[in-house]
């Protein structure tokens, strides 16, 4: 089957490789779709990051391995044991590999495992014609949802996850920092919860066009607009009740600490390539905090796909397609130079 075979920085291969077995347990998908994520990006630029040149301690998986963690597809094969899913099944997969037993699973926060992996990093993802997982991934998606979608709901349920952190509901305030993929989803997400009053920031006019024409209505750019005085005047004084970091540079952070409310949080669900200072005293005089934000639970999967079956996500102008052998220059190259914002590959 065709694939594409993550090496190592700069070498990811379109070729064939062996289509997988199928053992108890697992299921075997035919992928419709399988999106390109941001870290797959830091990946084939900058990595190996993640991906594990030695057995990862979950999967015992290494170099080279087929990328994607964010894909939809087909039942076509179900190994001994599996009690839910069957061939011919509508699924996505949330691509998770916990150990079950380090505090913060005992906790039921799985998404921070402290030996964590994803499937399409440490072990052989979706970004191929067929790709297995263990049942306990499965998603299934309703009739409503499409591919397309379907293959959304990974990146959109990081994004749920971050919103459902800021704990903002009907008649807050809330800011975004960056309309890329994760911010357009975490305006979804909170409008999916009841949140109308929502101020995004982008210096990019195009990021800020494709925000708009989905339905946002206070898009700024932060270098002819002072987001901090933007939010405060709309707030009159009080600031926002959460501000989300999307963008993952220093002046985004400095600036929606600048908008916050006293009390509040500032949630972070985004990847910094350079280590940032910042101003303590900020936090400290308004008691306002920095909130981390990885992954998801079954819970923001399960909500995503609630909301994609009742038509509340709308992938018009920001999501495109392309065929896996154009994997490099209309996917990785058109994403790191901005030319596009989220690309789903078609298997």
């Known amino acids: 089957m065709r694939a594409a075979l993550y090496r190592g920085r700069g070498k990811v291969e379109i070729t064939d490789v062996p289509e997988p077995d199928c053992p108890p347990g697992h ?10 994520c941001g870290t797959d990006l830091h990946e084939y630029y900058a990595g190996p990051i ?8 979950l999967t015992g998986a290494t170099l080279p391995l087929v990328m994607g963690h964010e894909f939809a597809g087909t039942v076509v094969e179900a190994g001994e044991g599996v009690r839910n899913a069957a061939p011919g099944d509508r699924v996505t997969a949330e691509p998770l590999y916990v150990c079950g037993s380090c505090a913060p699973c005992r906790a039921g ?13 440490m072990a052989h993802g979706g970004m191929a014609e067929y790709t297995v997982v263990p ?18 709901v990974e990146p959109m349920a990081v994004a749920y996850h971050a919103a ?8 807050d305030h809330a800011v975004i920092f960056g309309a890329g993929p994760i911010g357009i989803g975490v305006w979804f997400a909170l409008r ?15 990021r800020r066009a494709a925000i708009a024409a989905l339905g946002a209505a206070d898009v700024i750019d932060p270098r002819e607009t002072d987001p901090a005085r933007h939010v405060m005047r709309r707030t009159k004084g009080a600031g926002a009740a959460a501000a989300y970091d999307a963008a993952g540079v220093a002046a ?18 985004a990847v910094y390539e350079r280590p940032l200072t910042t101003d303590l005293l900020k936090l400290v005089l308004s ?38 052998d154009a994997l490099y220059e209309e996917g990785f190259a058109a994403l790191h130079a901005g030319a596009k914002m989220k690309v789903l590959v078609d298997l």
């Open 109 to 121: 926060r799985y998404n921070v495992c402290r030996q964590i992996g994803f499937h399409g990093l």
């Open 50 to 57: 993640f991906f594990p040149t030695e057995p990862h301690p």
């Open 252 to 269: 985004a952070v400095d600036s929606a600490l600048g908008c916050l409310g006293a009390h509040r949080p500032l949630v972070s669900v």
């Open 164 to 171: 459902r952190l800021g704990e903002v509901g009907p008649g």
């Open 27 to 36: 299921v075997k998908l035919r992928v419709a779709h399988n999106g390109i």
């Open 135 to 152: 049942e306990r991934m499965l998603h299934p998606l309703p009739d409503e949802v499409s591919w397309e979608l379907g293959a959304m």
């Open 287 to 324: 008691e306002t905090r920095i909130q981390g934000s990885l992954c998801y639970t079954a819970q923001d999967y399960r909500r995503v796909i609630d909301l994609m079956a009742a038509g509340h996500y709308d992938t018009a102008g920001w999501v495109s397609h392309i065929p896996l």
């Open 192 to 206: 999916g919860e009841g949140v109308e009053d929502i101020t995004v920031v982008e210096p990019s006019a195009e």
